[in-house]
């Protein structure tokens, strides 16, 4: 089955801490994988996506395909990261379509 | 550019009733994605239309949900009749034609439906 695994609902830091945001996957064959992001009244947009492998507002994910895992790190938050975050997996070339997990919304404190 | 435009923005009808959500895509994207969220769960993909072609309506839940893009431009959304579990946020996204890497979707606001 194709599915996406996001472990927490919520993630609360304080500014300046580390930030990772879990993400796992369930799917036979090659995926891309994506981590979209909806900030407070704005739409869900991309973030970034593992082929391009780059970094966007200090954020990286790295796909590890042994452990089936895209987790979401940056190295220093900052109060603007507060956001709902969601993990994406599109699983057919053809199709495009994505398979979200359940998102988890990131808190950082000042 | 507006981007992606979803109406309305809320709807609210009761069980039994008609309704029916319009998307219209970013000008020149071919690729249009209806997409919807029921509270406390993911989001979950329903449909893609390449212009007025389904190419996938695998997440379409019942034969209650009818999608049409008529001339390849907007798309509406039709629940009849509604229930109390097609509640929630559906968003429509749209790309360009797909070509060997993947075309980022741009994902509209949403309509939040709530049935009563």
Redesign the interface.
């Known amino acids: 089955a194709q599915r996406?695994t996001q472990p927490e609902k919520l993630l609360s830091v304080f500014k300046g801490a580390p930030v990772e945001l879990k993400c796992n996957y369930s799917y036979s064959g090659s995926p891309?994988l994506?981590w979209y992001v909806q900030y407070s009244r704005q739409?869900?947009?991309?973030l970034l996506?593992h082929?391009s492998r780059e970094s966007i507002k200090g954020f990286t994910a790295d796909l590890n395909k042994g452990e089936t895992s895209f987790h979401l790190k940056k190295p220093f938050a900052q109060e603007e990261d507060s956001a709902m975050y969601?993990c994406a997996l599109?699983p057919?070339?053809?199709?495009?379509?994505?398979?979200?997990?359940?998102?988890t919304r990131l808190q950082v404190f000042p | 550019e507006a981007?992606?435009t979803q109406f309305p923005s809320h709807s609210v009808i009761e069980k039994g009733q008609t309704v029916t959500l319009r998307c219209d895509p970013i000008s020149g994207h071919d690729?249009l994605?209806w997409?919807r969220r029921v509270m406390g769960?993911?989001?979950?993909?329903l449909l893609?239309f390449v212009k007025e072609s389904k190419?996938?309506e695998s997440?379409m839940p019942n034969n209650r949900f009818l999608a049409e893009r008529t001339g390849g431009t907007y798309s509406t959304l039709k629940v009849q009749p509604a229930e109390l579990e097609d509640s929630g946020v559906y968003?429509c996204a749209s790309?360009q034609v797909?070509g060997h890497?993947?075309?980022?979707?741009?994902?509209?606001?949403?309509t939040r439906l709530t049935v009563l």
């Open positions: 996406v891309e994506f739409r869900l947009q991309l996506r082929i969601y599109s057919v070339r053809n199709t495009d379509k994505l398979i979200f997990g359940t998102g | 981007g992606v690729n994605y997409y769960k993911e989001i979950k993909f893609h190419q996938d997440g968003f790309s797909a890497s993947y075309n980022e979707q741009f994902f509209g606001p949403g």
